[in-house]
């Protein structure tokens, strides 16, 4: 679907397409606050131990969370609209793309909310499932609502669209296969400000790793959207989604420890603990180098084979932004 967008694209035109994405991904940083990462763990832990009722307070009290956050931080974004296409990006014709993008903020917070439930329950095909809708809907809307003459708007309303209807279903599978199954006597809604001080307790300290990790690389993104032109961004982006290509090896191992390691005790399966430890960064070393490598490699060919020749300076941008990559071994 990227392939297909960017082709039908001009350079400039998926520049444009970018910098609507920048504002809501900047502030939807500030939505979580390690809520997620709870939700992962501490379903692991409840489901191992089966203890339901502490299941369901998790659940609800991470929905409302990423509900609540979401919404308000939509507004923000769409009231920042203006302000920000015309003191900041000096694009005016950004302001309409940013107010549609804004609802992402929202939409990311249920699609996310549902992808970590379904990975602390283990539920990995569903996680899949749900990537696998997002994804096929923004390879099909984006595509023919620019083919009918709407350019970057359609593109920024298919990837908009996507989201949306994807979040939605995640939302509606976890109400039809966990909320209803998760029903056991005892009154959970009463200790669901005990749970959600839990989850943030866990949680805030790997929230502000990625969230300073976040602000950086919005900082780059916001000063390239305002001494860049968008032909360059274009490029720029095109580079950035070459690490798809890594990220198809690297995603399955990341998604399996986190619920693999939520489950052990590190005081009496020690053992256990060295051994998987050991045994993931081996994992992701060996496939992690190797992919990272080839694409630096081959990054001239592969662009302009499935990009074709008018993104000029993506092949450069592919191998700078790859060597990221190769700190796994580290």
């Known amino acids: 679907g990227t392939i297909i967008l960017a082709r039908l694209l001009t350079p400039s035109q998926y520049g444009l397409f970018t910098v609507a994405f920048m504002p809501p991904t900047l502030i939807g940083l500030f939505r979580d606050w390690g809520i997620n ?11 191992s131990n089966n203890n339901i ?11 409302l969370c990423e509900s609540v956050l979401g919404i308000l931080l939509s507004v923000a974004c769409f009231s920042l ?6 003191n900041v990006f000096n694009r005016p014709e950004v302001q309409p793309l940013i107010g549609i993008t804004s609802i992402t903020i929202l ?10 439930t379904f990975t602390g329950f283990e539920k ?8 696998i809708i997002q994804s096929g809907f923004k390879s099909f809307l984006a595509p023919i609502l620019v083919l009918l003459g709407y350019g970057t708007l359609g593109a920024v309303l298919g990837y908009t669209t996507a989201f949306v209807i994807s979040s939605l279903l995640g939302i509606l ?3 039809v ?12 809604s009463n200790n669901l400000a005990s749970t959600f001080k839990t ?4 949680g805030l300290p790997l929230y502000i790793s990625t969230l300073l990790g976040g602000l950086l690389a919005q900082f780059y993104n916001f000063m390239i959207a305002i001494y860049c032109t968008d032909f360059l961004i274009g490029n720029y982006q095109v580079a950035i989604n070459f690490s798809v290509l890594i990220n198809f090896f690297t995603t399955p191992i990341t998604t399996v420890l986190f619920p693999v390691f939520s489950k052990l005790d590190p005081e009496k399966e020690m053992k256990t603990l060295r051994t998987i430890f050991q045994s993931s960064i081996k994992y992701a070393c060996l496939v992690t180098i190797p992919a990272t490598a080839a694409i630096m490699v081959l990054s001239t060919p592969l662009t302009l084979t499935l990009f074709g020749e008018k993104y000029t300076y993506a092949p450069f941008f592919v191998t700078l932004y790859a060597i990221s990559y190769l700190y796994a071994a580290l």
């Open 107 to 116: 939409a990311g917070a249920l699609f996310t909310f549902a992808q970590s």
């Open 124 to 131: 990995i095909e569903l996680s899949s499932l749900t990537m």
């Open 199 to 202: 989850m943030l307790k866990y």
């Open 173 to 175: 599978t976890i109400y």
């Open 53 to 63: 009722t502490a299941a369901k307070r998790v659940l609800i009290s991470g929905l």
């Open 81 to 86: 609209s203006s302000f920000l296409a015309l």
């Open 37 to 47: 990462f709870s939700v992962i763990r501490y379903l692991a832990q409840y489901k």
């Open 177 to 188: 296969l966990f909320h209803k199954n998760l029903r056991q006597e005892g009154d959970y």
